[in-house]
């Protein structure tokens, strides 16, 4: 029955395309170059949205004062978090989809960042669903820390990743991984810590570091959220060093793969307008402000990163012929309307559960209340 289904399927998307100016439009260079566009628009959703709590993780013992706040702080994030998780399911579903072999390529050449990320990540959701559940105050401790470091490794690893993408890894013409055979089992870490790399890390943290306090300064009220205004000018001083770092560093050590274009200079000028106007947001005393500038220098930079890299998906830092692009990883064009029909249908759905979710736990968390055996936070949502 479903084969049936997915034949009736793909046998209509070719009779539509058929048509001479849909046949012209979907042709598959065109629908290589849609996908991509589709794949930034999931990884930007994903770092907006998963951003913040990661973020709150990362700052979890830098404003709470004591256990209290802490429960309200995993209160801040707790109706979100899973949600905000299923964009990066749904980038890594699509990546698979519709470049297939660019997908076993990256999940080969990082193997071990991946399985610790998939580690912290599992860890982060246990440790806010047993850190409610825990009886004693020492437990709930070893809990927060496990949320906090899990989050600041899963975000470092993040980073690092897309850093070393953006550099260039050591693939062969196959899309394997070519190290050097005497280089040892350690080869398969060490050969994409690099200065760019490390800084791209560095970059991911304080960048959601910085969203995530943002979010504690929209969610709360009171003495708590002044706390948490007099420690935004160190982190943000700290976000600056490392932002202007890794500018640095990219310009430098990236190959020069689509860098003179009038988009990158138009977006890299309103993601510094953006980096500009957080201090004056959080001077004003506009929470909104500031933490949609936050969002938009996320946006901004994965914009960036997919504009320098494409059309490929990796680099080859030992020959350019080797790069994989978004041709030669592409499904089959059957695969990728199939597909852009899901996401057409599916990506509208996750969109509108996330704007439920937020609508419904909208407003301000009353620190005064603590949290209950469950685990929540009294809000005020009127």
Not at 100 to 120: E, K, Q, R
Not at 212 to 232: I, P
Not at 240 to 259: E, I, K, Q, S, Y
Not at 269 to 290: E, F, I, K, Q
Request: hydrophobic content about 55%.
């Amino acid at each position: 029955m479903n084969a049936d289904l997915l034949l009736l399927v793909e046998t209509g998307l070719q009779g539509v395309v058929q048509a001479p100016r849909v046949a012209e439009i979907m042709s598959p260079d065109w629908l290589c170059h849609l996908w991509f566009v589709i794949l930034c628009f999931l990884l930007t959703g994903y770092a907006i949205l998963d951003g913040f709590d990661l973020g709150v993780g990362i700052i979890h013992f830098l404003i709470a004062r004591d256990d209290r706040e802490r429960a309200a702080q995993a209160g801040a994030i707790g109706p979100f978090w899973d949600g905000n998780e299923v964009w990066l399911v749904t980038f890594g579903g699509a990546l698979f989809a519709s470049f297939p072999l660019a997908y076993g390529s990256i999940f080969s050449a990082f193997m071990v960042p991946v399985m610790i990320v998939l580690f912290c990540l599992i860890l982060r959701a246990t440790s806010l669903e047993f850190r409610s559940k825990a009886g004693s105050r020492f437990m709930r401790f070893v809990w927060d820390l496990a949320f906090s470091g899990s989050s600041l490794l899963a975000t470092f690893l993040f980073g690092a990743s897309v850093g070393a993408v953006m550099g260039g890894i050591p693939i062969d013409d196959s899309g394997a991984l070519k190290l050097e055979e005497s280089s040892g089992m350690m080869a398969e870490i060490t050969f994409a810590i690099t200065p760019l790399s490390v800084a791209s890390g560095m970059l991911a943290v304080t960048l959601f570091a910085l969203h995530g306090l943002l979010f504690l300064n929209l969610r709360t009220t009171g003495e708590y959220q002044s706390r948490v205004r007099k420690a935004f000018p160190a982190l943000y001083a700290a976000f600056v060093l490392v932002f202007v770092a890794t500018t640095v560093l990219a310009l430098r050590d990236m190959p020069p793969v689509g860098r003179s274009t009038i988009w990158i200079a138009v977006v890299a000028t309103l993601n510094v307008l953006a980096v500009l106007n957080l201090p004056r947001a959080m001077y004003y005393g506009r929470p909104w402000g500031a933490f949609m500038s936050s969002s938009l220098v996320i946006a901004a930079l994965v914009f960036l990163f997919g504009r320098t890299v494409h059309p490929n998906l990796l680099t080859s830092s030992l020959d350019a012929a080797w790069n994989i692009d978004i041709f030669e990883a592409a499904s089959t064009k059957a695969t990728m309307l199939t597909m852009l029909v899901v996401v057409c249908f599916g990506v509208p759905f996750v969109m509108l559960y996330t704007a439920i979710t937020y609508w419904t736990f909208r407003g301000t968390l009353d620190l005064s209340g603590g949290h209950t055996e469950e685990g929540c936070i009294d809000q005020d949502t009127k």
